[in-house]
């Protein structure tokens, strides 16, 4: 019932803070924070009180109840490691996100509280949800009062970008939906029972055809929201436009949704298919990473710039997941609590500079680390861990990857990966030359960080360092999970697959077995052709 009560709390307080917005603008900041605070603290007790040596259940916690029995629908949650790193990240973002908009949001802030505390919710739902129907719904919630943020509290395209960000992801939202439909039809074909449950719907025996049809309705959502190439147009649009608590939670958290929907759904429930089509998802990732490290650096709008940074970043997710061994995915994870960390910071510090100056276009910047010392040490912090400095969290995240990816045998697109690397360093100092560095082009008068300011920065200082020297504390809790969902996906694709795949130990080593007998056909055909 705890992960039913993390909704009702998000839901329960946006309403409060709506109301109470009517009446007075302080008291829905008031009511945002304190209950974001009590999701924080009902997640770290959750987490504290976990311990991973111990895990031999498939869920750490779950909550059942049935909703339309008629159709097979459930209100069903539950909660892994993998879930649970994925709460600690959305409730934590969720605090800084009210501390960031405190001052920023000055219109209908009620109103505005309701949205971001409801987008917060919908998040929950998606990283909770075992019901497909559930997750569907929950996928939805996030998409309108994200839009209302941008279209609303935005710069001055908000509402262009605002129509963009909704297209995108309800078109391929509404699939990834028709292939949950052709999922549930088939189950109940095969069985007479009708059903949304994604633990009776793995295994559903199909044609390879079919599977591989029904996968890309999921793909196609999942890697829309992670802003994959050529797929990623709205995300530089949708970040421009957005307030800084909008990009903190779209960097943060709505493209995580989608690397969170590859791993949990897409593996398990199409394993034949996912082998299928990794050679094209790890090009695309590779793509993504030089493509957006590209026109990152050719970007003049700071917001724009890290946008196409993050573009770039979800490159190696893909590349990850597609790479199906266990120190990919251990990255993967990480890349995705790093990532959420480090651009979120550097958008928090955009959104402060343009709240100073009324620019974002780094042309008009310069020279600004004499008169906003403390903004620039914290600017070169999370440069440096946007670049993948050692010791810090994106470095681990994209070195277990590269590794992981090299060992999968997709040898040359690593190397092309870890290109990636060096362009992430020139763009990144590209930021601190334009912004902090170099000539003053404008005598610009601002203020350095404020309290709160430096509270909000200090806190994301702590995570990524944390992360960057303390790995194992994350690996620790998603290696049973990551593992578990590996595993599975060998089970499954024995019954998905075709004969002679039995027997592996993972799916790595089903794609190695592939490879062998294709050489092997190879080496016959000029056998015979030499006789």
């Given amino acids: 019932?705890?992960?039913?009560?993390?909704?009702?709390?998000?839901?329960?307080?946006?309403?409060?803070?709506?109301?109470?917005?009517?009446?007075?603008?302080?008291?829905?900041?008031?009511?945002?924070?304190?209950?974001?605070?009590?999701?924080?603290?009902?997640?770290?007790?959750?987490?504290?009180?976990?311990?991973?040596?111990?895990?031999?259940?498939?869920?750490?916690?779950?909550?059942?109840?049935?909703?339309?029995?008629?159709?097979?629908?459930?209100?069903?949650?539950?909660?892994?490691?993998?879930?649970?790193?994925?709460?600690?990240?959305?409730?934590?973002?969720?605090?800084?996100?009210?501390?960031?908009?405190?001052?920023?949001?000055?219109?209908?802030?009620?109103?505005?509280?309701?949205?971001?505390?409801?987008?917060?919710?919908?998040i929950t739902g998606v990283f909770l949800s075992l019901d497909l129907f559930l997750f569907y719904f929950s996928w939805e919630l996030m998409l309108v009062p994200m839009y209302f943020l941008i279209s609303i509290w935005g710069h001055e395209n908000r509402v262009y970008a605002a129509k963009k960000f909704f297209l995108f992801t309800q078109a391929s939202g509404l699939l990834m939906f028709l292939s949950i439909l052709g999922l549930y039809f088939i189950h109940?074909?095969?069985?007479?029972?009708?059903?949304?449950?994604?633990?009776?719907?793995?295994?559903?025996?199909?044609?390879?055809?079919?599977?591989?049809?029904?996968?890309?309705?999921?793909?196609?959502?999942?890697?829309?929201?992670?802003?994959?190439?050529?797929?990623?147009?709205?995300?530089?649009?949708?970040?421009?436009?957005?307030?800084?608590?909008?990009?903190?939670?779209?960097?943060?958290?709505?493209?995580?949704?989608?690397?969170?929907?590859?791993?949990?759904?897409?593996?398990?429930?199409?394993?034949?298919?996912?082998?299928?089509?990794?050679?094209?998802?790890?090009?695309?990732?590779?793509?993504?990473i030089l493509y957006?490290?590209?026109?990152?650096?050719?970007?003049?709008?700071?917001?724009?710039?890290?946008?196409?940074?993050?573009?770039?970043?979800?490159?190696?997710?893909?590349?990850?997941?597609?790479?199906?061994?266990?120190?990919?995915?251990?990255?993967?994870?990480?890349?995705?609590?790093?990532?959420?960390?480090?651009?979120?910071?550097?958008f928090i510090i955009a959104g402060a500079l343009y709240d100073r100056i009324h620019t974002r276009d780094i042309r008009q910047?310069?020279?600004?680390?004499r008169k906003v010392p403390k903004m620039g040490t914290m600017g070169l912090l999370f440069v440096m861990a946007s670049l993948g400095l050692p010791g810090l969290g994106n470095f681990v995240a994209e070195i277990l990857i590269l590794i992981g990816s090299y060992l999968a045998n997709h040898k040359v697109l690593t190397i092309l990966a870890t290109v990636g690397l060096v362009?992430?360093?020139?763009y990144s100092l590209r930021i601190m030359q334009k912004v902090f560095y170099g000539k003053e082009n404008k005598n610009w008068v601002i203020a350095d960080l404020g309290i709160r300011e430096m509270i909000i920065m200090l806190s994301l200082t702590a995570v990524i360092i944390w992360l960057g020297l303390f790995p194992a504390s994350v690996f620790n809790v998603s290696q049973i999970p990551v593992q578990k969902i590996i595993q599975k996906v060998n089970t499954l694709d024995t019954g998905q697959g075709e004969a002679g795949h039995s027997g592996r130990d993972n799916i790595y080593h089903t794609a190695s077995s592939m490879a062998l007998k294709k050489k092997g056909q190879d080496q016959k055909i000029n056998l015979i052709k030499s006789d």
């Fill in 1 to 122: 019932m705890i992960l039913a009560w993390l909704i009702i709390l998000l839901i329960g307080t946006g309403l409060l803070a709506w109301l109470a917005g009517r009446w007075n603008s302080i008291l829905p900041r008031i009511i945002s924070l304190a209950g974001t605070l009590i999701y924080l603290g009902i997640v770290l007790w959750l987490w504290l009180g976990h311990d991973p040596g111990t895990d031999n259940q498939e869920w750490i916690t779950s909550y059942t109840r049935s909703w339309i029995p008629a159709f097979g629908i459930q209100f069903k949650l539950a909660m892994d490691g993998l879930s649970l790193l994925m709460l600690v990240l959305t409730s934590f973002l969720a605090v800084i996100s009210v501390l960031v908009s405190w001052k920023e949001i000055n219109k209908r802030v009620g109103f505005f509280h309701f949205n971001l505390l409801l987008v917060l919710a919908g």
């Fill in 188 to 288: 109940w074909q095969n069985t007479g029972v009708f059903t949304f449950d994604y633990e009776q719907l793995l295994g559903t025996d199909m044609a390879s055809g079919t599977a591989f049809l029904l996968m890309l309705g999921f793909v196609v959502a999942f890697i829309v929201k992670l802003s994959t190439v050529p797929l990623h147009s709205w995300l530089p649009d949708a970040h421009t436009q957005a307030p800084t608590a909008g990009s903190v939670i779209l960097a943060g958290l709505l493209l995580k949704t989608g690397a969170y929907g590859l791993i949990r759904f897409v593996l398990p429930l199409f394993p034949q298919a996912s082998l299928q089509l990794a050679p094209v998802a790890i090009t695309l990732g590779v793509l993504s």
């Fill in 423 to 426: 362009t992430a360093t020139i």
């Fill in 292 to 346: 957006g490290a590209k026109l990152a650096f050719a970007q003049t709008d700071l917001k724009r710039l890290v946008a196409y940074i993050s573009v770039s970043h979800m490159g190696f997710i893909l590349l990850g997941v597609y790479a199906f061994n266990e120190m990919a995915m251990q990255g993967v994870i990480m890349q995705i609590i790093a990532h959420a960390i480090s651009t979120g910071a550097l």
């Fill in 365 to 369: 910047m310069g020279g600004l680390w």
